[in-house]
């Protein structure tokens, strides 16, 4: 293999984990669902991963800064999760992300290891071995770690049905459901199981594109009355916890 060969594969490598997108969400009952499910068929087609359920660790501290800046809704957020997918085990495919988002533009860069690996890092600190064209990928989640002084605070799973354009297959979309939670045993080798999130959605619809939205999918959308949200499903666990404590609150005080 040539130099110029080599270069353009660990681009490649890099590349295909750092992302820069506009992303936009619907919340659709079951009849919008079925609806759009029906008619995205001749459009697009379901990816690698298909129908599959994502699980998740996010970090946070103490305080609980990253989630109640993000429910601040400032014009700059960022957060941090380890992903995988399916039964997790030691060696199961995971990603360490580090995801900001700046007036509607969402920027994505993640680190591709062993589930194992990146879970000693987050939990335990341990540092992993790291190529140096993930060197800079890693940097700035250790530096965002170690500011913050984040820790595993929640997992978080959801079941996904995910499609790619056929005409543009960075133009993606996704339908979530089935959310839940747990703020215990954080380690997805556990499992998927949690706590349903209360009055979510049928389905959580996202749109994520570099460029524009193809009139296609405009056209659908228009034509059913299907209008954009905004949503967030680790933030809308902590507002349902925070209604408890308020309830439990208010009852022992009556």
Not at 76 to 90: F, M, Q
Not at 94 to 101: M, N, R, S, V, Y
Not at 213 to 235: A, C, R
Request: one cysteine or more; hydrophobic letters at 35%; proline letters at 4%.
């Amino acid at each position: 293999m040539t130099e110029t060969e080599k270069t353009k594969v660990v681009n490649q490598v890099f590349y295909a984990n750092t992302f820069k997108r506009h992303e936009m969400k619907f919340l659709l009952n079951e009849e919008q669902f079925n609806l759009i499910s029906e008619k995205i068929g001749p459009f697009m087609t379901a990816d690698s991963y298909g129908l599959n359920t994502i699980l998740n660790i996010y970090l946070d501290n103490q305080n609980n800064d990253v989630i109640r800046t993000s429910l601040g809704k400032p014009a700059y957020k960022e957060k941090l999760r380890l992903r995988a997918y399916g039964t997790v085990s030691d060696n199961s495919e995971a990603f360490l992300e580090i995801k900001k988002k700046f007036k509607g533009v969402v920027y994505k860069r993640r680190l591709e290891l062993p589930y194992k690996v990146l879970h000693d890092y987050i939990t335990n600190g341990t540092p992993p071995q790291i190529n140096e064209q993930n060197r800079q990928v890693f940097e700035e989640t250790d530096y965002f770690i170690r500011r913050l002084e984040l820790a595993p605070a929640i997992v978080l799973c959801y079941d996904r049905q995910a499609f790619y354009g056929n005409d543009d297959r960075e133009f993606r979309l996704t339908f979530d459901g089935n959310i839940r939670s747990r703020r215990t045993e954080l380690d997805l080798r556990k499992g998927d199981y949690g706590e349903p999130l209360a009055n979510q959605p049928f389905r959580v619809m996202e749109v994520k594109s570099a460029g524009g939205v193809p009139m296609w999918l405009v056209k659908i959308l228009s034509e059913n009355k299907i209008y954009n949200g905004s949503f967030s499903k680790y933030g809308n666990i902590c507002l349902n916890e925070i209604r408890q404590i308020r309830s439990v609150q208010q009852c022992s005080q009556a």
